[in-house]
């Protein structure tokens, strides 16, 4: 068999796979907002997005801005965990009042694969590193969650915005049960101001 009668196929893999993993529309249109329900820890923080956190992206087939994603989230999901939460940019203290605690973000991976079944589908794997600091930035509580989708998702634009937002929201909403959960966080918030 002529290896040459194969080459104009291979050539157009690269470009299928272009039209399948390119688009903008790829990304959540707006914040997640379906958290549990809960009592909030009394505690006021500053929600801390960095620009670290906000160049994060993605390297592998789409450069998803995911810190950008984040970052969007970071003091919806404060205002379901804490009682009062200031936002702020760099760790930098705004006329808002003081606050007991810094809570940051950092994003720690982000993985995302086209699978090889009859579907095709999406999975994506997102992990975020949350630390909570006091004023002389020493941590208080920090932890790396994973979010994933776990769906069957058809490899096309929607299906990977759809991917996208179900490891988001999964994230999301493990970061607030195990943030709201963690025994030092509670600790912290039942000493007495200075």
């Known amino acids: 068999m002529n290896s040459k009668a194969y080459r104009p196929l291979f050539a157009l893999i690269p470009a299928v796979a272009s039209l399948l993993l390119t688009g903008c529309s790829s990304l959540p249109d707006k914040p997640f907002t379906g958290y549990s329900g809960q009592d909030r820890i009394h505690l006021k923080v ?14 592998e087939y789409r450069s998803i801005p995911i810190g950008t994603l984040i970052a969007s989230n970071t003091p919806i999901l404060a205002r379901h965990i804490f009682d009062e939460v200031v936002d702020v940019r760099n760790g930098q203290a705004n006329s808002n009042g003081a606050v007991a605690a810094i809570f940051t973000p950092r994003v720690a991976y982000v993985g ?5 079944g009859s579907g095709n589908e999406w999975f994506v794997d997102l992990k975020a590193e949350w630390t909570l600091s006091d004023l002389k930035g020493n941590t208080i509580w920090v932890d790396t969650i994973d979010g994933r989708s776990s769906d069957c998702i058809p490899a096309n634009s929607k299906g990977f915005k759809d991917a996208l937002n179900a490891a988001l929201e999964d ?5 607030q049960r195990r943030i709201s959960s963690a025994p030092a966080i509670k600790q912290f918030a039942q000493k007495p101001s200075p």
Request: glycine residues 4%; hydrophobic residues 50%.
């Open 171 to 175: 994230l999301l909403q493990k970061s």
């Open 46 to 59: 500053a929600a801390n997005v960095t620009d670290e956190l906000l160049a994060a992206k993605s390297d």
């Open 112 to 116: 995302q694969a086209l699978g090889a």
